[in-house]
């Protein structure tokens, strides 16, 4: 069992027929937590109806709600979300929120102190108020996780520059990295060149890049590790590279060979992609299965 925190937007994400909980740390947390690690979100909500609802989910799912600060002049966050025919989402994120507005005490710097790892997004960083917590937590993390998610128009390549310098291992999707590198002066055919200019770039020693359908890569301990994937029927990709992100580092934290920690985290990801939402419940049975299936 690893001690984590989680750090950023926790929100309502809304479909064309129901709501369901979500924002990138959360679904992170949560999956981490069906692995029995002991995690920690810090995060701000809204002293509202919305608010209190999703308090409400975070005790059905034992997420403790002791870092979750709540805020009256703001409104818990909602994020419209929309499908196209291939399951890949489209996000409208409302602007100002509660989760803007997270407030830095000692609290917060004793749990990051005393945690293994701290993971935190780009999003959270479109705030001064919580740009600047951010910032000051990262001065106390052991292992500090970048989750890139670049949601237009909520991000800057300075601010996103910023938090690559700060952190240990950076997660990118290949569109991602392409857009940032390209932002830096760099442009390769080659995506092991350009993870390895962004890594010279931001001193990062750990950086993964998911590739939808094909995979993903990871750069540890200065070698390359490859899955190409597995093969599901997409319901919709929302939640996805949360729940690679989070099986990735649940698997290095406990010492086990990266290229199981990568195997492992693409098929969780495609596991999440073939239901829909981005927090459904897989058993080891399913994880076990996919991964013994013939990859193309």
Not at 15 to 26: D, N, R, S, V
Not at 112 to 130: D, P, Q
Not at 228 to 237: F, N, P
Not at 263 to 271: F, H, N, P, R, T
Request: proline letters at 2%.
């Amino acid at each position: 069992m690893s001690k984590i925190v989680c750090f950023g937007e926790v929100l309502w994400d809304v479909f064309p027929t129901h709501k369901k909980i979500g924002g990138a740390p959360l679904n992170v947390a949560l999956r981490l937590q069906s692995f029995q690690n002991e995690v920690a979100l810090i995060s701000c909500l809204g002293d509202d109806k919305l608010g209190n609802e999703l308090l409400l989910e975070l005790q059905k799912h034992r997420i403790s709600s002791l870092y979750i600060q709540k805020i009256k002049a703001y409104k818990t966050s909602t994020v419209a979300i929309s499908l196209d025919k291939n399951g890949s989402a489209s996000y409208f994120i409302n602007h100002p929120c509660a989760w803007d507005n997270i407030q830095v005490n000692d609290k917060l710097n004793t749990l990051v102190k005393s945690s293994e790892a701290f993971i935190f997004g780009s999003l959270i960083a479109r705030s001064n108020t919580s740009r600047n917590t951010l910032l000051k937590l990262l001065t106390f993390s052991k292992l500090s996780v970048f989750d890139v998610n670049l949601r237009p128009p909520h991000y800057d390549i300075n601010s996103i520059q910023v938090l690559m310098n700060a952190a240990n291992f950076i997660k990118f999707n290949d569109d991602e990295l392409k857009e940032i590198s390209m932002s830096l002066g760099y442009q390769s055919a080659s995506i092991e060149q350009t993870i390895l200019f962004i890594a010279k770039k931001t001193n990062t020693t750990s950086i993964a890049v998911t590739l939808g359908s094909k995979g993903a890569i990871l750069f540890y301990e200065e070698r390359f590790f490859y899955c190409k994937g597995y093969q599901v029927e997409v319901a919709d990709t929302v939640g996805s590279g949360d729940s690679f992100l989070a099986t990735l580092i649940d698997v290095l934290l406990k010492g086990k060979d990266a290229q199981l920690a990568i195997d492992k985290a693409c098929a969780v990801g495609a596991l999440v992609a073939k239901n829909k939402g981005a927090n459904p419940l897989i058993s080891d049975t399913e994880i076990n299965a996919i991964m013994n299936q013939d990859v193309p």
